[in-house]
């Protein structure tokens, strides 16, 4: 498979403790985007980066929030002191960047449960 | 302010009828439309955009600024057709709708 992959597919923690997720881009892909999902809304943006550099972060992306993309290839979230609030599907997505170009492939989502 | 509105959760049509999916948006700037389908248990992905004015799956989507929607249209819904679909804006960032279920019952 030469889509865009996330790991873990789920994960449960309990409130207060840091989880990382991974997302690895399809190889030629220089942007690489982190989304939200809650049920029933759409996917909210939370960050995005051209190669290595971190170029927009939401007002959504708290301090507990970080996200790394060191070697411009795979990126990882991390949620430090999780909430029950955090509980959602976390969606990657790469695209090759351009304006007009910059279709976005979406990854299957890490599935976050917060307890 | 950057805005999707996709006034409808839920859209139920007949196989064969026509269908359109609301879509109206909010940007200041020169806004870059995208339409986004999710299939059951499959990943989102993208149907079509306004910048290539292509008809995907029979389905077409017109950019209208004056009125600034985009809505999703198609003439002969089919089975297949059922998923969810999600209006995005692209403007400082990447905003989507809440989006729409659309169920095509036979």
């Known amino acids: 498979d030469t889509g865009v992959s996330q790991n873990p597919r789920h994960k449960i923690t309990k409130r207060g403790q840091n989880v990382t997720f991974r997302c690895d881009p399809i190889s030629e892909h220089n942007r690489l985007y982190w989304y939200r999902q809650t049920l029933g809304q759409g996917p909210e943006f939370l960050t995005y980066?051209?190669?290595?550099?971190?170029?927009?972060k939401s007002r959504l992306l708290s301090d507990r929030f970080s996200a790394e993309r060191p070697k411009g290839s795979f990126s990882t979230l991390e949620i430090q002191r999780t909430e029950q609030g955090d509980s959602a599907m976390y969606l990657c997505?790469?695209?090759?960047?351009?304006?007009?170009?910059?279709?976005?492939?979406f990854g299957p989502g890490t599935r976050l449960t917060v307890l | 302010a950057q805005r999707v509105t996709q006034p409808e959760k839920l859209l139920s049509v007949f196989k064969g009828a026509p269908v359109e999916l609301k879509c109206n948006y909010s940007?200041?700037?020169?806004?870059?439309l995208f339409w986004y389908v999710q299939y059951s248990r499959q990943r989102l992905q993208l149907l079509l955009r306004?910048?290539s004015r292509e008809s995907i799956k029979g389905f077409t989507a017109d950019l209208n600024k004056g009125e600034t929607s985009f809505h999703l249209k198609k003439p002969f819904a089919q089975e297949e057709d059922s998923a969810m679909y999600y209006c995005?804006?692209?403007?400082?960032?990447?905003?989507f709708g809440a989006g729409t279920r659309l169920t095509v019952k036979p």
């Open positions: 995005a804006l692209r403007g400082n960032d990447m905003r």
């Open positions: 940007y200041s700037g020169s806004p870059e």
């Open positions: 306004h910048i």
């Open positions: 997505a790469s695209s090759l960047g351009g304006r007009g170009t910059d279709t976005q492939y």
């Open positions: 980066f051209q190669n290595e550099a971190q170029l927009e």
